[in-house]
T-cell receptor
Framework: GENVEQHPSTLSVQEGDSAVIKCTYSDSASNYFPWYKQELGKGPQLIIDIRSNVGEKKDQRIAVTLNKTAKHFSLHITETQPEDSAVYFCAASGPYNFNKFYFGSGTKLNVKP | GAGVSQSPSNKVTEKGKDVELRCDPISGHTALYWYRQSLGQGLEFLIYFQGNSAPDKSGLPSDRFSAERTGGSVSTLTIQRTQQEDSAVYLC??????????????FGEGSRLTVL
């Protein structure tokens, strides 16, 4: 089955700096890659997603890039703010069941004021 | 409410007891998922329901775990003869089918299970 790896597991940045989280996936048939943000005590919430027919997508301070050849995708957060502090998960849609998602292990982002 | 509702929010049980966790998905969502999140860990897929199709149970860790979805809406995850390693947060999510342009998972706040 699909295997999604995520790095780093923890990331600490100064407010205003950029943060980058990277994920790799194993199955080239996967075609949908969402990113979720989980705040303490809450369920994960979608922040951005990308489908395999595009290489980059941007939404204000958040962007996601996808390299299908290398099978990796990344989340970029610019001008980080303390409220960006949370756990971020990447995911890939299952190759043989496009409604089944495989999640990375998560990145705990700490933005220091 | 408009979101995914899970109950109970917290459950403490003794080893060997059975527990039931409930999920009320967003109305109209055809897909429903259960995930398990152990302390500081990622999301472990358990089971997936899509419409009237047979559920994908490939993530259930043992035969002590089962789930059903009645009437295409409410789902119950049952853990029999609980063990300490079952302690985790159990997250439910629902969505429209990815095949029809959906895909965003809407998660509940989870049910925290503690097995003593």
């Amino acid at each position: 089955g699909e295997n999604v790896e995520q790095h780093p597991s923890t990331l600490s940045v100064q407010e205003g700096d950029s943060a980058v989280i990277k994920c790799t996936y194993s199955d080239s048939a996967s075609n949908y890659f969402p990113w979720y943000k989980q705040e303490l005590g809450k369920g994960p919430q979608l922040i951005i997603d990308i489908r395999s027919n595009v290489g980059e997508k941007k939404d204000q301070r958040i962007a996601v890039t996808l390299n299908k050849t290398a099978k990796h995708f990344s989340l970029h957060i610019t001008e980080t703010q303390p409220e960006d502090s949370a756990v971020y998960f990447c995911a890939a849609s299952g190759p043989y069941n496009f409604n089944k998602f495989y999640f990375g292990s998560g990145t705990k982002l700490n933005v220091k004021p | 409410g408009a979101g995914v509702s899970q109950s109970p929010s917290n459950k403490v049980t003794e080893k060997g007891k059975d527990v039931e966790l409930r999920c009320d998905p967003i109305s109209g969502h055809t897909a429903l998922y259960w995930y398990r999140q152990s302390l500081g860990q990622g999301l472990e897929f358990l089971i997936y329901f899509q419409g009237n199709s047979a559920p994908d149970k490939s993530g259930l860790p043992s035969d002590r775990f089962s789930a059903e979805r009645t009437g295409g809406s409410v789902s119950t995850l049952t853990i029999q003869r609980t063990q300490q390693e079952d302690s985790a947060v159990y997250l439910c999510a629902s969505s429209f089918s990815l095949a029809v342009g959906g895909g965003e998972l809407f998660f509940g706040e989870g049910s925290r299970l503690t097995v003593l």
